[in-house]
């Protein structure tokens, strides 16, 4: 055993197995090819094996044992406050030979690579160093001290990108998921039928090297209102029939009981009928699910893919007409929420999340909420639909349509991948050569991609939100891919769906936020320890402070000018609103060709369930959404203005990122200043630190105001939706019309203003909050750093000098180029 070793356990805090490495002779280059047996028999203990495996991971890529001899090197580095210049220039030389490999080339991003895995040891060494400084520094109740030790703490990321994956059952979501990550068994595929309410997450596991599918359900109280809501509405309906029999539309009709049907006879087969609520709600129904009656998470875990997904079939799908999957007896997927399925050993979705989405309009409060909450957070949302028909594919328009709004000005969503599925499904090729059908593949390809974005340029909805360089077509084929036969990974496009999720796992930008941040509080502390006992420098102090008011008052013009014009727009949408009221009412009261019997049942979901509903096969329904219309319509384009999703532009028209003290002119151009140059780095880390967490704090706010418009006329409209539920008999859905048509006359001269009034309170309450935390965390940073001593403060110009190396290599590397997913792949080439 080596100290390298020795050191690392310690660090981990497993010093306990130091002894058990030492008789096993572990060295450094055989701690890099340890392999998941030999670290068992190291560490029995569960606990302690999962964190070693975690810790190590962080060192080395699962699959990169390969490249040990060249990661020896960089990895060798720790803090050391005894190291001789000799030492630390020795290690600064090896560090820089990392930078030979930081650029693989595109053709590789879907493997390992070399250079994140480089970003990986730096952003672990730097941590090292910081707990290592952490614990150094002396623990009293001393002002700096406590200051330094916070901005420490406040260091820790932890990204996680999710990508929204929305297509209509059998078009290949879960098919095109496994492909993806490589997991052909994961998620079940097949003749059993999707569940269309159940939201499948699907990441990595990072605590064990298990297969897990974590269930959550929703509470009893909700599946009581819901069987009680679900047994009304069946048999108000059978009244309505009697009584409008002349104007029945039998399949729309028949859609919405079945809808309501098949989930009671998942969960009790035949049992429901004639029961009430209470009946229904007796354990013996739930004794396989414990965890549901106790409110808790039901774990599943599995040694392969293959057996979780046997296990996760019953939370997740429902029995299909031919009879595949009749040795189940009860079908729970009605009582879930959410799944959650871990994946070991998967470096696809070490920061990302993927999302297989149900359709919006669940009948469940909680389960719509968390659908919202979930694709307002997507960076990145799927598309997925059937290649024959993508161009003419209603419900996948349908889909990006409706989803618009929560995605765009009302989420975070940068990007819209059109993914368009069994793209080898091209019919009788017995008679063709292979390149003849590769060539043919190809040139389906193109032309659907052609079609596609013919398509979406009609879109008039998404100019209000997105770019058209936004929106991207792929077309792949999941069976084929996994079985490597007819076409190459090219022609499939799913590599390129791989590269792009490997880019999302290269937090590039998180790892020098990490590192630079700590080079900036290495600096103060190595700062104020040479500055102990000199005088107060108030010059700069002075300067500062008069260059922050400045730029203060920048920020608080520019949002002023923003809140002015948000101010206008939305009075211009109230105007509307109230003039428009009736119209839009009635484009949802009052569908054509709909009969009034398929509609009564329609309505009712719609006020049950607070003025939302998705019919089968038809568009959504949102009535709040309808009557908020006229605001939204002259508020858009300011607010993708105002808030743009893009990263490379900034929030209220890029003025937060234009915040600046000059600390680097004030570098360059004062020698006067040269004795508080560390104090002016750590200050110039500071300020970019600070904006990178107020554009955290922006997108988040943004969303809460730009929903804040539908959500009010929510609450206001919410008092008729029950009234109008509670309607029975003849003349029913007349009488619920007639409800809600009232309503909202008696309420327009106010409801709209409310939203407006929310809206721009919000906004108000935002700008507050930007400008509070802009000048109370330059202002303590200013002062702690230039008008406080360090004279009990540790020196650290070992771990300074290494972490600022560390920060120099990854801002050289910050201006490599993005991956580029406009062009198209390669022509294949064909052979006579």
Known sequence: MDDFVRNKLTEWDLSEWIEKFQDEGIDTESLYCLGHEEIAALIPKVGPRAKFKKKLKLLKGEQNTTNAETVDSPAQVHPSTSASSDQVKRKLDLQGES????????????????????????????????????????DQDNKLEQFLKKKINDLEIEKRELVGVFGKTGAGKSSLINAVIGEKNLLPIGRVKACTTVMIKVEANMLHQRYEAEIEFITKEEWKDELWSSLNFLGDNADQEDEQEDEQEG????????????????????????????????????????????????????ESAKELSAKLVKYTRSESNDGEGKEVKRWYWPLVKCVTVRVPNNDLLQHVTLVDLPGNGDRNKSR?????????????????????????????????????????????????????????????????????VRALIFQNNIQAKEEV??????????????????????????????????????????????????????????????????????SLIQGARSRAGADRNTDVCRELEEKMVQELEKVRQTMQKTYDTF????????????????????????????????????????????????????????????????????????????????????????????????????????????????????LKTEEEKMKTKLNKIIREQKKMIYNSLMETIEDNMQE?????????????????????????????????????????????????????????????????????????????????????????????????????????????????
């Not at 496009?493 to 999720?501: G, K, V, Y």
């Not at 004062?670 to 750590?682: G, N, S, T, W």
């Not at 109008?724 to 006359?745: C, D, F, P, Y």
Request: net charge negative; hydrophobic share 30%.
């Open 99 to 138: 930078s030979n490999w930081q650029s693989p080339s595109r053709k590789q991003r879907c493997e390992p690579r070399p250079g994140s895995y480089s970003e990986g040891i730096i952003l672990s060494e730097v941590k090292n160093i910081m707990r290592y400084v952490q614990k150094k520094l002396p």
């Open 453 to 522: 974005n013919k398509e979406f340029r009609k879109l008039k909805e998404f100019k209000k939100h997105f770019s058209y360089e936004s929106f991207k077509v792929f077309t792949v084929s999941s069976k084929e891919f996994l079985k490597q036969k007819r076409l190459t990974p090219e022609e499939t496009e799913i590599p390129r769906l791989q590269e792009f999720l490997q880019e999302l796992n290269d937090c590039h930008s998180e790892t020098l936020n990490y590192v630079s941040g700590a080079h900036g509080i290495l």
């Open 368 to 436: 719509d909420k968390m659908w919202k909450g979930v694709v307002g957070s997507c960076s990145t949302v799927w598309i997925v639909t059937e290649m024959k028909r993508a161009a003419a594919e209603r419900e996948a328009w349908d889909i990006l349509k409706s989803a618009s709004s929560l995605i765009g000005n009302g989420g975070e969503c940068q990007r819209i991948h059109f993914i368009c599925t069994m793209s080898d499904d091209i019919g009788d090729t017995d008679d063709r050569s292979r390149d003849a």
């Open 251 to 302: 399949d729309q009709e028949d859609d919405e009981d079945q809808d309501t049907v098949d989930k009671l006879l998942a969960l009790y087969g035949e049992e429901w009928r004639d029961k009430t609520p209470e009946n229904l709600m007796e354990n013996k129904y739930f004794k396989e699910i414990p965890e549901f009656l106790l409110s808790k998470r039901k774990l599943l875990t599995a």
């Open 720 to 832: 008729c939706y029950e009234k109008a539920a509670e309607i029975r008999g003849g003349g029913s859905l007349k009488n619920m019309k007639r409800t809600i048509e009232n309503h909202v006359q008696e309420l327009k001269d106010i409801m709209f203003q409310r939203a407006k009034n929310v809206m721009l309170e919000h906004l108000e309450h935002l700008m507050e909050l930007i400008l509070d935390k802009l000048e109370n965390t330059m202002q303590e940073s200013i002062e702690l750093s230039l008008n406080t001593d360090g004279d009990s403060i540790p020196d650290v110009s070992d771990e300074l000098q290494m972490v600022k190396n560390y920060s120099d290599e990854l801002k050289e590397n910050s201006t490599e180029e993005p991956l580029d997913m406009s062009a198209d792949p390669p022509v294949p080439a064909t052979h006579s």
């Open 567 to 682: 101010e206008r727009c939305l009075t211009e949408g109230v105007e509307k609103s109230k003039s428009s009221w009736d119209r839009l009412l009635k484009s949802v009261l009052y569908p054509p060709r709909t009969k009034g019997g398929a509609f009564h049942k329609i309505l009712k979901c719609v006020v049950q369930n607070g003025g939302t509903h998705k019919p089968k096969n038809r568009k959504l329904i949102n009535l709040n959404m309808t009557l908020t219309s006229c605001l939204t319509d002259s508020t858009d384009e300011e607010f993708k203005k105002t808030f743009p999703n893009e990263a490379k532009c900034g929030p209220f028209n890029g003025i937060i990122n234009s915040f600046s003290l000059e600390t680097e002119r004030l570098m360059r151009e004062r020698p006067e200043y040269k004795d508080v140059e560390l104090q002016l780095i750590f």
